[in-house]
């Protein structure tokens, strides 16, 4: 349930309706919003005294939480989450779109520092990149490790790019916290809970990543446990589902994007590249995601797709990252956004 406070409740007010929260057992999420803070609580409510709530100095009302996924619902937050990738640093989920691209996996120092410098001459904020790769096949390159990390941050500092990067174990987590800013958690992770729950343990933003067969509610609730663990700074981002359907690689649902921005305050990021496996079909679906409501994208770009060591088909160049900016521009603009 969420406990509305009047408009005008001090902090000492906020404070005391958080202190009895706690005191009946539940746990706690203050969200201070323009006109008026909610205290959402999370827990059995049957433990609580309801009416020591309603009756506590500025309460307005309080209501019930519907959706299973609370924290991460619109219920408890109407406005929108705006995300700062790095500190003082871009942000997503606000006015501007969001632009993160790289390649699959970083592969050399030289291939990794020139599709940095193309994705920040064509106007992105991010520079993806996975140093530990979760490949179908043992027999796949399983990427550079931590030499891969390093060569993210030294892209990072050429550029001033924020770094995205992928995190697919436990163990990994503080050291990919330790060289990049956004964590992401791959489609095949999505229900690795004690992953998820690390997510929520350090204070990187998340890119996390709907699983290929994960409903919408699933997609949620795995937020919810990293917002549950203490990270409220999830970003969502569709990458395609499975189906029936073999001409892509996976079917890109961009519907989900307009439903989700009903769902949740989270913002929205769609990987084209992965959604359709074909780098062909990229620059029409990064088109459509903006028009339909996205945050952002996430685009692999390499500057050589034929010898990518992953991904290559779903990559685009940097020549034609560059050219689709424009585009994607006016589309931003149209939809009331900036990019
Ligand atoms: C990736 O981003 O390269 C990746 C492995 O993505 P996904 O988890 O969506 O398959
Ligand atoms: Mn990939």
Redesign the pocket.
């Known amino acids: 349930m969420i406990v509305v406070m009047k408009p005008g409740a001090t902090q000492q007010d906020v404070q005391h309706v958080a202190d009895l929260v706690l005191e009946f057992g539940l746990k706690e999420h203050t969200i201070v919003g323009t006109d008026r803070t909610v205290i959402a609580c999370i827990g059995d409510k049957r433990s609580v005294d309801k009416s020591a709530l309603e009756n506590a100095p500025m309460v307005d009302r309080i209501v019930p939480i519907l959706a299973p996924y609370k924290m991460a619902s619109k219920e408890v937050r109407k406005t929108a989450s705006e995300i700062s990738l790095m500190p003082g640093g871009p942000t997503i989920g606000g006015a501007k779109i969001a632009v993160i691209a790289g390649p699959?996996s970083v592969e050399s120092r030289d291939q990794i520092l020139r599709t940095a410098q193309a994705v920040a001459d064509a106007g992105g904020v991010a520079l993806r990149g996975?140093a530990f790769k979760?490949r179908t096949s043992p027999y796949s390159f399983q990427g550079m490790g931590e030499e891969g990390l390093e060569l993210l941050a030294e892209a990072r500092e050429r550029t001033g790019l924020a770094i995205v990067t992928?995190v697919i174990g436990v163990e990994q987590v503080e050291v990919c916290a330790a060289y990049s800013d956004v964590l992401?958690i791959?489609?095949?992770n999505m229900q690795h809970y004690p992953l998820l729950e690390a997510m929520g343990r350090q204070d990187k933003p998340v890119l996390l990543?709907r699983g290929m067969s994960a409903k919408l509610e699933e997609w949620l609730l795995a937020a919810e446990y990293i917002i549950n663990a203490g990270n409220p700074n999830v970003i969502l981002c569709e990458?395609g589902i499975r189906t029936f359907e073999d001409y892509v690689r996976n079917t890109l649902p961009l519907a989900v994007v307009p439903e989700l921005k009903e769902r949740t305050h989270l913002p929205v990021v769609v990987?084209p590249s992965?959604g359709t496996g074909h780098a062909h079909l990229v620059p029409s679906m990064c088109k459509a995601a903006i028009a339909a409501g996205a945050d952002g994208l996430i685009v692999e770009c390499h500057p050589d797709p034929e010898r990518a060591t992953s991904?290559g088909a779903q990559s685009i160049t940097p020549g034609a990252l560059y050219d689709l900016m424009t585009p994607l521009r006016r589309i931003a603009e149209a939809v009331g956004r900036e990019l």
């Open positions: 699959c996975g979760p992928e992401q791959g489609a095949r990543k990458r990987d992965h991904d």
